[in-house]
């Protein structure tokens, strides 16, 4: 079912790197998130009113907020999808992660004015009364967001949208709701015992904690996010399989929206390489980062001594040694500058964010100590520095 309206709504819907096809993607979810939550608003408001259950109308307004949230999503691909201009040269892809932001505070408001609902009726419950019909129709309800979430979660995940992943989020949302509205008029129809106005006050719970999570999900990107493992690995591994690169790291990804990041990474060069060579290089994985992983690249050269063995032995000794003191710790920009008393060993050390400026300063001491170790001459000088990856589950 999804394939079929994907091939009948979205032209050339396998080239999705295409911001048109991206946005005629957008554009199918939020036609369908409409039409599906303005019907069923419809019929679950006629089956609160007929069976006099404030869970079951507060679920409808839900619906309706869905509509709407299907509007501003629908609103939100097509701006995200405008080329850049003059004023916004990288595009306004994030403009998609603003569009779901407004989506995640309409749930949270929805879900507050729930909650002041179910007070109300725990304070005065009214009585229930139980219908087949009515029932019939909310079940159909939990099918068509079953659906619905499905079909938003696989679009979502296949064009990388925020925006389709909310919506997905909160129609599961609605199904958990839903069950627990026909949970509590069944209750109330085999023992009398009336929990409706406790039932919506759970639903008001779930709907704001959806909310809260699509809010935490969209302000993740928008503030700054670190590197995905996967694409840490596939970039790197991409900028070092060029002949002449013997590394990299320091690897920078910012995000411009879902289908625009700019990159900068250090990629080390031997130095004894004309360096007019080394750019040709560095040119040309610039050149073909753009065309294979559609990512803009920037890449800084740095000079690396390949045929010093002092060098060479001197660096993995003092690797061993961070090592030693945490498997997490990693070096580079290794260099030697040689005195007549002392022998100064400048590095870069990357080390995890747990560490507070204390402890950063105690593993200062504890490699200078322990470097010293291996010759009293050797004075380090240290710049240390936080990695841009994520940690892997």
């Known amino acids: 079912m999804i394939h079929l309206l994907v091939r009948k709504f979205v032209k050339n819907y396998e080239n999705i790197e295409d911001a048109k096809v991206r946005t005629d993607y957008g554009v199918l979810a939020s036609a369908l998130g409409i039409i599906c939550n303005v019907l069923l608003f419809a019929g679950k408001l006629a089956v609160g009113v007929a069976v006099r259950s404030v869970s079951v109308m507060a679920d409808a307004f839900n619906n309706l907020s869905d509509a709407a949230s299907s509007v501003i999503g629908f609103v939100g691909v097509k701006m995200a999808g405008k080329p850049a201009d003059r004023e916004h040269p990288f595009g306004h892809g994030r403009i998609e ?85 026909i949970a509590s008029i069944l209750f109330f129809h085999f023992t009398d015992i009336n929990i409706d106005g406790f039932v919506g006050l759970l639903v008001s719970l779930v709907v704001m904690w959806a909310g809260v ?28 399989s060029y002949d ?64 010093d063995e002092r060098v060479t032995e001197l660096k993995n000794q003092v690797s061993s040694v961070l090592k030693q003191i945490d498997d997490r710790l990693s070096l580079h920009d290794f260099r030697i500058v040689d005195g007549e008393h002392q022998i100064n060993l400048i590095f870069d050390v990357v080390v995890p964010h747990s560490y507070m400026d204390k402890e950063r300063d105690r593993l200062h001491m504890e490699i200078l100590e322990k470097v010293s170790e291996l010759d009293p001459r050797y004075q380090c000088v240290i710049t240390m520095e936080n990695g841009y990856v994520a940690e892997e589950a």
């Open 97 to 181: 992660y603003i569009a779901a932001l407004v989506v995640a505070f309409l749930v949270l408001q929805v879900g507050f004015t729930f909650f002041q609902n179910s007070i109300d009726k725990i304070r005065h419950p009214e009585d229930l009364s139980f219908e087949l019909v009515p029932m019939l129709i909310l079940l159909a309800s939990v099918c068509v967001k079953l659906w619905l979430g499905y079909f938003n979660r696989v679009l979502g995940k296949k064009i990388n949208s925020s925006v389709m992943q909310a919506t997905a989020a909160d129609a599961m949302g609605d199904v958990v709701t839903t069950l627990a509205t």
């Open 213 to 240: 999570g699509i809010a935490r999900d969209t302000l993740e990107p928008l503030i700054g996010q670190p590197v995905e493992p996967e694409t840490y690995r596939k970039i790197t591994e991409f900028v070092e």
């Open 244 to 307: 002449g690169i013997l590394g990299s790291h320091d690897l920078i990804v910012h995000n411009y929206g879902p289908t625009r990041s700019l990159a900068s990474i250090h990629a080390e060069v031997p130095n004894d390489v004309d360096i007019e060579t080394s750019h040709e290089i560095i040119d040309r994985i610039e050149r073909d980062a753009a065309k294979k992983l559609g990512l803009f690249l920037v890449i800084h050269m740095d000079p690396v001594a390949v045929k």
